[in-house]
Every structure is written in C-alpha cells, then in structure tokens.
C-alpha cells in the first residue's frame, strides 16, 4: 500500500522517481511562500511514483503532481544474502 500526496510544483522544477523529498510543517499567508515552522515535524521519503495530473493548483496556479512513496517502516524485499552460521562461543583460559 503506498502513500500519495498531491502537491504544486515551482516552475522549473522536477521529481523523478527514486528522489528523496522531504515533507516539513511549514505555515503561509495568503499570497506569501510558506516558512517551516521552527521545531516542526518532518519526515524524508523516496519517491516511488511521480506523476503529472496535468492540472493547476487554483490558488497558486502552480502545476499540481501526484507523488507516491512506500509507508516508512515496511520491509522491502531485498536480494537474499546467504546465511551465516553461528559461530560456537570460544572460551575464555582463566589465568
């Protein structure tokens, strides 16, 4: 199951898949950038998906994109690596 947000993206910029982005909580007034908020949460993700919706955000007018990431925790599945045996204990000489 992944996640996905839709987002206004600046002019001139671009995400491509495998991109690592990071969400933060940020604050705006109307007409001025966002700021991050000092302290806030954020959380960086790598992209698995990005994809132009071909529409405009209505108050930025920014082009709008649908990004998609795994949930942060999930094991992915990797190549398998050979096992290695456990090594029995050595012992120690008291001296």
């Not at 933060?24 to 919706?53: H, I, W």
């Not at 920014?62 to 998609?68: K, Y």
């Amino acid at each position: 199951m992944a996640c996905r947000a839709i987002v206004p993206m600046p002019s001139g910029e671009s995400l491509a898949v495998g991109d690592a982005i990071l969400f933060a909580l940020a604050q705006s007034a109307p007409g001025q950038e966002p700021e991050y908020v000092k302290g806030g949460d954020s959380v960086r993700v790598l992209l698995t998906d990005v994809t132009d919706l071909e529409e405009s955000d209505p108050v930025t007018g920014r082009a709008l994109f649908q990004l998609s990431w795994e949930p942060l925790g999930q094991i992915v599945p990797t190549v398998a690596s050979p096992k290695r045996s456990a090594k029995a204990p050595r012992s120690r000489a008291k001296v």
